[in-house]
């Protein structure tokens, strides 16, 4: 303990900070950025970034050529990523073995957004980013958004803006950094460190110095802008999810669907399950549940083709490895070539949500995928592309996709089509809804189900390798119903 007049050397955490992230949410528009310019800009740099993709045949990649001996995909500097192959085992789901391509790349992003307030409300840093994947041109990115390839300059490229604050942040000044994962079905072991930083006034930060791709944008302006189709990219979802949730104010008596939101995120709420036990159920799917993955050579999948054009399934389902050539204005290079993953289909992400004694639980699944480094992670109730499940028997369909596709319109609180990451997958999104379903509903559905309030998957959020990106997005989204 401190001696009496002695400077205390004990930090406490800012109590403030959910309370002013509430304040941000509430503003639905801002000075800073009003919306009536948002869409006016977003076109404006669709105009500005020239960004021409084009099929190219493998052997047309440059820099890129598949290894002699394995049949592995791979950049002639030996960083970025490779596709290779990948051979499974598991008890979990209706195939117990199979093999495919997957996308290695162990080297770890930073995907970081900064924080800073204005006149009293906290605004977010977002860039207008075009990706070679992308199905329409530039969409809302965090701060900064790089590979590690990337922003060591790997490419001889032009460095990353705002790559100083989350390579060696302020004192203090972080407000989230964890590590997350990716798809695990199409990245192996794939980790990004996902961060918030908030900032002070700085000349670099004012309207005039911003460089014509970066605005400021209060959290209610982006829990606006999720409604839209495909314009917050993967990457900003998963960084907001990470970001401490607002402290709502409470509204006692209050029964419609946004107090419901508020009560399940508040620290005293209740749940069906203590947070004990939801750890323990988390212990317990990753004991139970077995999966073994090998790397494998790429050459040694099975039922997979290569073609001079892409490598996919031999039933056209599930996703394909193609090779593009891109020519743009608005990267760090002008131009390059690489793979990219192209899946088959629209897929479909889904939470059911319900209201407990006026406090909303969402249901998580307890996921299997053989890209995880740590057997499960928690997705969302739904998670699929149902085209890969036509030709096989409706025993083997997703538990709940039925509950989704046959819901009634009343009870969709959120359905927007979402991309996924476009630096690796080409047009690649999913529609994701938020499905509130009765309040019998039933509690116990499966071993590898919970309902799981607002709170305990912010708790959850804060470590690494329990929710899965899929979820993560549709956290964002749920918040921003709040």
Not at 323 to 329: G, W
Request: one cysteine or more; charged letters at 20%; proline letters at 7%.
């Amino acid at each position: 303990m401190a001696r009496h007049g002695a400077t205390s050397l004990l930090r406490k955490p800012d109590v403030t900070l959910p309370h002013r992230l509430a304040v941000s949410a509430a503003a639905l528009d801002s000075d800073v950025t009003p919306n009536a310019l948002v869409d006016g800009w977003i076109a404006a740099r669709n105009a500005a970034h020239r960004h021409e993709v084009d099929r190219i045949e493998f052997g047309d990649l440059r820099l890129w050529g598949f290894d002699e001996r394995t049949g592995d995909l791979r950049h002639h500097s030996g960083r970025f990523f490779s596709v290779q192959g990948l051979s499974v085992d598991t008890d979990y789901g209706h195939v117990p073995h199979w093999s495919q391509p997957i996308i290695n790349q162990p080297e770890i992003g930073i995907l970081g957004i900064l924080v800073r307030e204005i006149d009293g409300v906290p605004h977010c840093l977002m860039q207008a980013k075009s990706e070679p994947g992308n199905v329409n041109g530039v969409q809302l990115s965090p701060t900064v958004q790089a590979t590690k390839s990337n922003y060591t300059r790997v490419h001889g490229g032009k460095p990353v803006p705002y790559l100083e604050f989350f390579r060696d942040p302020p004192p203090g000044r972080v407000i989230a950094d964890v590590l997350q994962s990716e798809q695990g079905s199409w990245f192996y072991r794939k980790r990004n460190r996902n961060m918030v930083v908030e900032v002070t006034d700085d000349p670099r930060f004012d309207d005039a110095e911003l460089p014509a791709d970066f605005r400021w944008l209060t959290l209610g302006q982006l829990h606006t802008l999720l409604r839209a189709d495909n314009l917050v990219n993967m990457d900003a979802r998963t960084v907001l999810s990470c970001m401490p949730a607002p402290a709502w104010p409470d509204r006692p008596g209050a029964d419609e669907f946004p107090a419901s939101i508020a009560r399940s995120a508040r620290p005293d709420a209740g749940g069906l399950h203590t947070a004990t036990e939801v750890l323990s159920w988390i212990t317990s799917r990753q004991s139970t549940h077995y999966v073994d993955t090998r790397p494998s050579p790429l050459r040694e999948v099975a039922h997979w083709r290569r073609t001079p054009t892409e490598i996919s399934h031999e039933l056209g389902l599930y996703f394909s490895i193609i090779a593009v050539d891109i020519t743009t204005n608005g990267r760090e290079v002008g131009s390059w070539s690489q793979p990219l993953v192209r899946p088959f289909g629209t897929g479909v992400v889904a939470l059911l949500v319900k209201r407990v004694d006026g406090v909303l639980h969402a249901l998580v699944n307890a996921r299997v995928e053989p890209g995880y480094l740590d057997v499960v992670e928690l997705a969302p109730t739904v998670q699929c592309t149902p085209e890969n499940y036509t030709h096989l028997p409706a025993a083997t369909h997703p538990l709940f996709l039925d509950v989704v596709l046959g819901s009634r319109p009343e009870q969709v609180r959120f359905s927007a089509q979402l991309s996924e990451e476009g630096g690796r997958f080409h047009h690649a999104y999913s529609r994701y809804e938020i499905v509130e379903v009765p309040a019998d509903f039933p509690n116990a559905v499966s071993d590898d189900y919970r309902w799981l309030t607002v709170r305990q998957l912010d708790e959850l959020l804060r470590h690494s390798h329990y929710v899965n990106v899929q979820a993560r997005s549709l956290i964002a989204c749920l918040r921003g119903l709040g």
